[in-house]
């Protein structure tokens, strides 16, 4: 009997891999908002460690408590500080209806959770608790620092920029002291830097919502305490001069689309700053990083041969 030629077996299709928040990152900011994914605005994800720890393995933890500390306490102050100023002088409590005083807070409250996250991470660490870091799901202290990262990040800066080119275009010279305006319109962009450069800490692209979404609410009340026949601190019927529905409506107009396109542009260069951040610092601080299951499972067929799953076939 002749012996039968055996068919060749096709290998099995391999599904590629899902892309990373790098490259999706990365897509959505070169093809626009059309490749942004729903599912990247929720503020979920896996590796918990990420919001507490430091980009440099090998920075020391009681040096980066310190510096949570340090800026958290800074703002902490400044922020009492800049309230009681305002409040028993002659704004009053006018100063709520300021966009810096809710940026200002929205910052402060970052600063004061980053701190009691560290804390509490390295207080389950010594007491032998295991993080839950592989269910995707998010601790809401965790949830509640991020959503006030990103409001902070982009919102402050544009602020900021609004704020200087305001006074440089005009040629107004602000009534507040110089240490308040560095603090209000200066500082936290120096310490934004910090933070996404020093800190591994995730930044997506698909959350530019939610400082977009916190600019909204307040153009909203604005537009509510315009109407509703609301002063600012001097009796001018508007809260700022370039804000003024009734006598200047297309200016407002272009305020708003101002505003709108330097927050795309800023959190977008933060994204990108976020996307290779990993190389400026690789030289001196190599990242650690804890392999997931298919680069645990290729680690192992390398290291001891063939994997189980070949020897059941």
């Given at each position: 009997?002749?012996?039968k030629?055996?068919r060749p ?9 899902p ?12 093809h626009g908002c059309?490749?942004?994914?729903l ?5 979920n994800?896996?590796?918990h ?5 430091p ?9 980066f ?13 400044f ?9 028993t002088?002659?704004?009053?409590a006018?100063?709520f209806?300021?966009l810096?005083?809710?940026?200002y ?19 389950q ?5 295991t993080?839950?870091v592989s ?9 509640l ?7 902070s ?27 308040e ?8 962009v120096?310490i934004?830097?910090?933070?996404v450069g ?5 930044l ?7 400082p977009?979404s ?5 153009l ?25 529905f ?10 708003v ?30 990242i ?11 680690l ?11 020897h059941?076939?």
């Amino acid at each position: 009997m002749g012996s039968k030629t055996s068919r060749p077996v096709d290998p099995p299709a391999v599904e590629p891999l899902p892309p990373t928040t790098a490259e999706r990152s990365m897509d959505a900011l070169v093809h626009g908002c059309h490749s942004l994914e729903l599912g990247q605005v929720k503020l979920n994800h896996d590796c918990h460690k990420d919001f507490t720890k430091p980009m440099c393995a090998r920075c020391p933890i009681v040096l980066f408590v310190l510096f949570r500390v340090g800026v958290a306490g800074y703002a902490f102050v400044f922020l009492i500080y800049h309230l009681t100023r305002e409040i028993t002088g002659r704004i009053g409590a006018k100063t709520f209806i300021y966009l810096e005083t809710w940026t200002y807070t929205a910052i402060t409250l970052y600063l004061l959770l980053s701190f009691v996250n560290v804390v509490i991470d390295i207080y389950q660490e010594y007491k032998s608790f295991t993080l839950d870091v592989s269910t995707g799901h998010t601790p809401w202290r965790l949830r509640l620092q991020w959503l006030f990262f990103n409001i902070s990040l982009s919102s402050s800066c544009v602020g900021a920029v609004t704020f200087w080119v305001w006074v440089i275009v005009t040629g107004i010279s602000p009534t507040t002291r110089a240490y308040e305006i560095i603090n209000l319109h200066g500082m936290w962009v120096i310490i934004a830097f910090l933070e996404v450069g020093v800190v591994t800490f995730p930044l997506r692209f698909e959350h530019i919502v939610y400082p977009l979404s916190f600019g909204l609410i307040y153009l909203i009340f604005a537009l509510i305490y315009w109407g509703a026949g609301g002063t600012d601190p001097y009796g001018n019927h508007y809260i700022y001069i370039f804000l003024d529905f009734g006598k200047h409506p297309v200016r407002v107009i272009f305020v708003v689309a101002g505003e709108i396109t330097g927050t795309f542009l800023i959190h977008g260069s933060f994204a990108l700053f976020f996307l290779y951040r990993e190389k400026f610092f690789a030289k001196c601080c190599p990242i650690d990083k804890e392999p997931d299951g298919e680069e645990l499972e290729t680690l192992t067929t390398t290291k001891y041969g063939t994997s189980t799953n070949e020897h059941n076939k």
